[in-house]
């Protein structure tokens, strides 16, 4: 009896391990968590068309959210409820495939840093859930800017725990602005005044009265020139006088030529200097020996020497701050409205 007692129990125990062992495989795998606390800290996307914006470091995930994230962008519209097909299309871009640096001594070198992809105007990253706007080939021919209410558009964030909706995102695009300082109207493009001003002025003194010249005398134009060929885009700098003659550039005879633009192949025509470039100018946003010291602009120092009343050799000139995005010959052209410069 005793030995019959033994085998039931050894028997209960293999069929119960033989179940356990059975049921294993329909224990579900641990779920990730998705919780209500991946938030952005903007629902508003108000980028200039006719450049890139990228905005980074915009969602927030809390403790209740299991990671990695999956996002999606979804459901773009006009503000109305219509689909918009737009965001579907992909257009040319040029996306660096190697840090530029601000020390390349080619275009063809900084042009071998560089790939033309194929991007939608509105693209999320997957993992990371930054949004970047590729604005560089877009303009308000086809793509609704304000004080149009522009588009809406939804986000999906997904794990292996289920997914989410965050709702009513908006772009809100402004009309493409191809130069800074800005002449132009980011609503209605349309420009209160042709020019511009240097940020600075060192010395400079009127030929005729000897006094100073300051910047807000001294009107800056940028000019789209019709491109000549199809080979390497330009950009030429000229001065005129106060009387709307030709200033030859050299004149600036302390201006560092050779640095002062990222440029190349440098030449002096007829009184003005050009320059073979890449766009949009600065090329990234890193301080480099042609920017500002935070690589938002760049920054040009026409200067030259002359001595003042006492005889003392005196540093002159004047400093010009700016940023082009729209591709093409370009020419900026300075104009002393009320006095010419003393260079002797």
Known sequence: MKILKSVKQLLMIGVG??????????????????????????NEFMPLLGRNTFYNNIVNIGQN??????????NVRDI????????????????WTKSYSGEEKSLEEIENKRKTEYRPILEILQKSGNINFWGQSVNSNFVKTQPDSGY???IEVSNTGGRRYLR???LKPYRERPFEPSIMDPVTGLSPLPYTHPITTTNLLGERTDLLIFPNEINVYFNKLESKDKGNKTLTISFLDSLGRPIDVRKFAATEWGKLVHGFNHRFENGK???DVAYPIPLAPIKTDYTTA?????????KFRRRNQFGFLQDCGLRMQFEIYEEGDWEI???FMYETPKFE
């Open 333 to 335: 052209q300075f104009r």
């Open 294 to 302: 935070d690589g938002g602009a760049a920054v040009m120092d026409f």
């Open 273 to 275: 200097v050009i320059y």
């Open 80 to 95: 109305d409820g219509q689909p918009s097909v737009l965001f579907e299309d992909k257009f040319p871009v040029k996306v």
């Open 65 to 74: 959210t299991s990671q990695p994230l999956t996002f999606k962008i979804v």
């Open 168 to 170: 009513n995102f908006k």
């Open 17 to 42: 391990l033989f179940m356990l062992m059975s049921c294993k495989k329909f224990i579900p795998d641990d779920q990730d968590s998705l919780g209500t606390d991946v938030v952005y800290n903007t």
């Open 152 to 154: 809406v558009f939804d």
